[in-house]
């Protein structure tokens, strides 16, 4: 007969990798995006949205388009906050930028990451603080443009509507 703490142990790794399998266990996205343009262009467009974006006036007819934070921006690394106008949640922003196709190429690695430590869903909060910031800067319509994500990867990518949040 097998001891009860190795039967357990079994029950805990099946439901553990179960669990993991479904996705983050933390409301967040992490969403990688490729450009035929130059890091420094990507670069100053989205540092300018960020800062286009610190106020309340991008809000004022519902939505998340406001209230981002430039934390710290070189032309390699981005950090930024965004808070939600309704909750008053904060998410933690950051773009890591790398150059390719001897530099003609940009890849940028992003995430977003609720603060709030009990978020498990977010309504696609998390992917739409990135992607809202990239489309409003015309980075969506850059040249070579290309974006690789998913639920596993993003909460609730699938389902969200970026127009709202």
Known sequence: MLPVRWFLAVLLIIGVSKITCAG?????????????IPCQVVYESLVSQIKKW???????AGGQKCLYKLQSASVHFITAKHTSPFKGYVED????LVSYLFYSGCHVAAMSISE???LIKDHGTNYCNLYNLLEASGLTEARGYKEVTSDFL???RSSANCTVY
């Open 154 to 156: 993003c909460t609730q």
């Open 116 to 118: 709030a430590w009990y």
């Open 24 to 36: 983050p266990l933390h409301a967040q996205c992490k969403v990688d995006w490729y450009f035929e």
């Open 93 to 96: 922003i950051n773009f890591r």
């Open 54 to 60: 610190r106020t309340m006036a991008g809000c004022t």
